[in-house]
């Protein structure tokens, strides 16, 4: 039954390493999100989605890639990570205008 | 560039104390505006929104918020907290016609018994 989920909710890996989290809406919204929360709490947009075309990319570096293979899921792939990749990464969806609805987070950490 | 300012960063209060979260935006044209709010390890949850009419509008758990356009904010309230209430609160500005919502910087609201 929920909304906006994420897999994995905890990812702990080492610096140099590809991982990927994945997200899935099941509200029916055309409009996916990724944010980043740092250690100071503040959310950042990443990218969003509509209907699968990329709409906002905002200045993340290359080893970030969206994909989104329809329009309930949109994952993220993250290569050669690096130590400020830690943080806590959300994924939302919205409909039109409306507010963006949350999933639970996925914290990343890398050492 | 478009930015959303919340300048009390951390508050403090004892319950049944009166809150009053400020927020303003730097935008000239028309935006939505939204309150969220993260319960510790949770994940974000609308409080309330304002798209248009009344410029009071009413949310969940009591909270409230007041657009004054000429102020160009959105002030959160609530008359009387509780220790439930406790939480990191997040304002946001999504500018009309776009997909892209733009958080304010976060107030930490601690509330003891």
């Known amino acids: 039954d929920t909304a906006v989920s994420q897999t994995p909710k905890y990812l702990v890996t080492q610096m140099g390493n590809d991982k990927s989290i994945k997200c899935e809406q099941n509200?029916?919204?055309?409009?996916m999100y990724w944010y980043k929360q740092d250690s100071k709490k503040f959310l950042k947009i990443m990218f969003s989605y509509n209907n699968k075309e990329l709409i906002i990319n905002e200045t993340v570096p290359n080893r970030f890639s969206p994909k989104s293979p329809d329009k309930a899921h949109l994952n993220l792939h993250i290569n050669s990570l690096e130590l400020g990749d830690s943080a806590v990464y959300f994924c939302a969806s919205s409909y039109d205008e409306g507010e963006l609805f949350f999933g639970e987070g996925s914290r990343l950490t890398v050492l | 560039a478009q930015s959303v300012s919340q300048h009390n960063h951390h508050v403090i209060l004892s319950e049944a104390a009166s809150l009053e979260l400020g927020c303003n935006y730097s935008?000239?044209?028309?935006?939505?505006l939204f309150w969220y709010v993260q319960y510790p390890g949770q994940h974000l949850q609308l409080l309330l929104k304002y798209f248009s009419g009344d410029p009071l509008v009413k949310g969940i758990k009591g909270f409230e918020a007041e657009f004054i356009k000429s102020k160009f904010s959105f002030n959160l309230r609530k008359p009387s907290v509780q220790w439930s209430d406790t939480a990191e609160y997040f304002c946001?500005?999504?500018?009309?016609?776009?997909?892209?919502?733009?958080f304010g910087t976060g107030t930490r609201l601690q509330v003891f018994p």
């Open positions: 946001a500005v999504k500018l009309y016609n776009t997909d892209k919502l733009i």
């Open positions: 935008y000239g044209g028309t935006v939505n």
């Open positions: 509200l029916g919204h055309d409009t």
